[in-house]
């Protein structure tokens, strides 16, 4: 999976509802279940995140998913095995990694993009990593055939705004509000801006932060978005139903797949 795949996806339907999970969340083996029925029921991205103890950009629900990945010891190199079996049972889904800075820094990027890259992945946003301190990154990237896509935000001006379209080759990621990811904003700020930025670019855009509802889904695509990524909701889904699950993976899955279908029907 690589940026060619990403573009394949994008030329194949106008609209991608991406559910995002941290990787090993709650346990590797369920990680791997979860993406599967994220899929089967209306998935046609997953945007995955790798455990990290201080994601800067997240919220308490994301937070939390870190931790129980982080708890069932899933480190970097064990993030990226489960990565690489979700790919082998999802292998035409375009996977976007959300990966801090300090992950990709010890190996080295050229390393990092290369094990990713024969992971499954297909893109990457590195949110901790602004336009200027990304060169040797994005050179990484074009080396492997990863993707890079750039966060933009309520603030980012419309000069900042081309640039970073420039130089991108995936697509935008914009966060609907400015705060962590899971805040709660005015929908129609979020919508408003989306508007806007979709006016001054060309690289497909990604809206992200703040989407919980089905509603919110179908109001991404219809202000212009490509994909819209939702990610604290389905963490807290999945941090009740394995508070309450009494360790059942099968009902943890079931409830899971529930809350994808409900918010992928916009997309359909």
Known sequence: MTLASLHSAFAARPHHFAAFLVLGDPTPDLSVELARAAVQNGATMLELGMPYSDPCADGPAIQAACDRS?????STPQAIDVLARISAALPDVPKNLLVYGNLVHA???RAFCERVVGAGASSL???????????PLRAACRETGLGEVQLVGPGTDPERLREID????????LAGLQGVTGAVQDDDAKFALLERVRDQVERPICLGFGLSTPEHVRRTFAAGGRIAVVGSQLARVIDAAWQGGAGDPAKIVDVFGEACRMLSAPAT
């Open 125 to 135: 946003l590195v949110p901790d990593i602004p336009l200027e301190e990304s060169g």
């Open 166 to 173: 420039s130089a991108v080759d995936a697509f935008l990621y």
């Open 107 to 109: 190996p080295g990027y």
């Open 70 to 74: 982080r708890a069932a010891g899933v």
